[in-house]
Nanobody, 124 residues
Framework: QVHLVESGGGSVQAGGSLRLSCAAS????????MGWFRQAPGREREGVAIICSDGTTRYADSVKGRFTLSQDNAKNTLYLQMSNLKAEDTAMYYCAAATFSSCSPRSVPAFGYRGQGTQVTVSP
């Protein structure tokens, strides 16, 4: 089993920054792939970023150059640094984990483990 807890969401103005954190616990092999996806009201889930088992990071085109994934293995924490935020980034953001995946952010919404989510609201 894997337990994921997100934090760091909030409300910011366009152009601002936030850093989301995802504290992970449980079976390490079940979270070899980790990432973030988001869902806005009335919209489908969108994979935002993924860190693959070999450490490769990949991003959705919509956030490339603005969002950065990092992880602190000692703290079992995954971070998503979000900069130059736009109103269209407003969504609930979820951390997710999987035992195996393709190395694409599009895979993240289907990961077997996810947290409860943290809300990000960006005002124009």
């Amino acid at each position: 089993q894997v337990h994921l807890v997100e934090s760091g969401g909030g409300s910011v103005q366009a152009g601002g920054s936030l850093r989301l954190s995802c504290a992970a616990s449980g079976d390490t092999s079940s979270r070899s792939w980790m990432g973030w996806f988001r869902q806005a009201p009335g919209r489908e889930r969108e994979g935002v970023a993924i860190i693959c088992s070999d450490g490769t990071t990949r991003y959705a085109d919509s956030v490339k150059g603005r969002f950065t994934l990092s992880q602190d293995n000692a703290k079992n924490t995954l971070y998503l640094q979000m900069s130059n935020l736009k109103a269209e980034d407003t969504a609930m953001y979820y951390c997710a984990a999987a035992t195996f995946s393709s190395c694409s952010p599009r895979s993240v919404p289907a990961f077997g483990y996810r947290g409860q989510g943290t809300q990000v609201t960006v005002s124009p």
